[in-house]
């Protein structure tokens, strides 16, 4: 369960006292936000529990509270945490009328209690529950997917509706139902005929929200190409958790599976792949192990590589999608080479490929982005080489390589070149500039006018680590000029040349203006 106001109340080390809304205790807070302003409504999103010291607000004033008191009211927030001790020595007695008027909860916090232990008992409380809702996801994978291997679609079914405590129905390519469970939601599941054809007409995947508040229920295609060969039905009171979502998840991963045919078992596999691969960005090599069985070998076991591909967005559109191309392309390369390969195309448009390190996949890539991404209108990211233990960390650095390879407009990039090389070329970013040419126009400025060499003074200071004989007597000018000239720069930019970071800036500013030569 997420944090409430009622669970705050009894943390015992906040020491808080309820002294209006006792009624509305067990309210749900997503954020603990403290505001000073008379109107802090603009930045409330709803599910805050406001804290204030009333620095601004005219806390005596009965009109002022009450209407302060509705707009937050109005503004979904669930309570108002009030420290006392600090501008007033209790809350004014305006304030606590109108919240008890409006039924708002009003908690006292004492003196002693900074407003930073409320915020971390509420952040720990949320970090908490969801931990405890991806961990029971998990477990309900497992479970399902234990169903799936020993009894089939449905045992899948069945556990499926009893861990959302609602009803569960399996569809076949013609709408009929091959699959409910409880027995009661038979007829319910029939009468969705009409719906689940219409939900057959969009390319899967594919989703939809049919009935009302007490019999909500989401329909979900099955299928991992654009053909839908089949669908899922899901009804319950109320909107799914976090929980409940991972198992609707998961079990559209394995229904999927189940319902796939020989011709398809390639698509089959890239969906298995995707909920491999997100087990194993979550840290679950195990549970990515346990669904991934035999189909991918020993590639999840061995080092590996994780190569991340978007479409570049060129003028010149290509002829086919690229990334299917890309993907045909290596998944030939592993075929020919004996390898497997874990191909997964994402939701946002890239497509992700897990792939052993050193193997045919990888060398197919960097050939394929060399000779034929231009045509084919792809960016690649590679990462450096990784286990199942830090398949995240390896994401990331794909990621990283992708947005350098689209910044540096090349096919391809490997995060190992990256690391290897210098940060220079990352400076070549119009922003970049923008920051460089706004520190040193003033200095630039002044040297217009003929007063002096700042620029380049400052270059050959830098350049130097502050010797002040070295650098003077590479510009040819006497120590003490050079020392007036690095007093003017620190004028005319009112920061001093003794902090550290002022000079790394001053540096990297030169760099990216092409003015650190020389």
Not at 41 to 54: D, H, I, K, R, S
Not at 381 to 404: C, D, I
Request: proline residues 5%; charged residues 25%; hydrophobic residues 45%.
């Amino acid at each position: 369960m997420p944090p409430t106001l009622a669970s705050l109340v009894q943390h015992s080390s906040l020491r808080l006292v309820v002294r209006a809304g006792e009624d509305r205790l067990d309210t749900p807070v997503r954020w603990a936000h403290v505001s000073e302003l008379t109107d802090p409504v603009p930045y409330m999103e709803g599910g805050e529990l406001l804290l204030t010291t009333a620095l601004t607000l005219d806390a005596e004033d009965g009109e002022a509270m009450r209407r302060y008191v509705r707009r937050l009211l109005g503004a979904g927030v669930v309570g108002l945490g009030f420290a006392v001790g600090v501008n007033y020595d209790e809350i004014p007695g305006a304030l606590l009328d109108a919240a008890r008027a409006e039924h708002l909860p009003l908690l006292e916090v004492p003196r002693r209690t900074p407003f930073l232990a409320i915020s971390k008992a509420v952040s720990a409380a949320i970090a908490a529950d969801q931990y405890r809702a991806v961990t029971a996801g998990f477990e309900v994978q497992r479970e399902l997917t234990r169903a799936a291997l020993a009894e089939g679609p449905d045992a899948v079914v069945a556990r499926l509706a009893a861990h959302v405590d609602g009803w569960a129905a399996l569809y076949d390519t013609s709408g009929a139902v091959v699959a409910v469970s409880p027995d009661w939601a038979a007829r319910r599941a029939a009468r969705l005929t009409p719906d689940v054809e219409r939900l057959r007409e969009r390319p899967a995947p594919a989703s939809a929200v049919v009935g009302g508040t007490d019999d909500r229920v989401e329909l979900q295609s099955l299928g991992t190409g654009r053909r839908v060969r089949g669908a899922l039905a899901v009804g319950t009171g109320a909107p799914l958790g976090t929980a409940e979502r991972y198992a609707v998840h998961s079990a559209i991963a394995l229904l999927t599976l189940t319902t796939e045919r020989s011709r398809s078992l390639q698509a089959a596999e890239q969906r298995l792949g995707a909920a491999v691969l997100r087990m194993m960005l979550a840290g679950q090599s195990e549970h990515a192990r346990a669904v991934a069985g035999d189909v991918y070998g020993g590639l999840l076991d061995a080092p590996f590589r994780l190569l991340v591909a978007e479409p570049a967005g060129g003028e010149k559109a290509p002829a086919e999608p690229p990334l299917p191309v890309l993907a045909e392309a290596l998944e030939a390369a592993a075929a020919r080479a004996g390898e497997a390969v874990l191909t997964v195309p994402e939701d946002d448009g890239r497509l992700v490929v897990l792939a052993g390190d050193g193997g045919a996949v990888v060398s197919a890539c960097a050939g394929y982005a060399e000779r034929e991404a231009e045509d084919a209108g792809v960016v690649v990211g590679l990462s450096a080489s990784a286990g199942p233990a830090t398949a995240a960390a390896a994401y990331k650095q794909a990621e990283q390589a992708l947005s350098v390879a689209r910044r540096r407009g090349r096919a391809l990039v490997e995060h190992e070149d990256m690391a290897a090389g210098s940060v220079l070329p990352l400076l070549a970013d119009d922003a970049v500039r923008a920051f460089a040419d706004g520190m040193l126009r003033a200095l630039r400025e002044h040297d217009a006018t003929g007063r002096g060499d700042l620029v380049a003074s400052l270059r050959a200071w830098l350049s130097r680590h502050g010797q002040w004989d070295a650098a003077a007597a590479d510009l040819g000018v006497h120590r003490h000029t050079l020392r007036y000239r690095m007093r003017r720069v620190e004028e005319i930019l009112g920061r001093s040349l003794d902090d550290p970071d002022v000079r790394m800036e001053l540096w990297l500013a030169l760099k990216a203006t092409g003015e650190g030569e020389g």
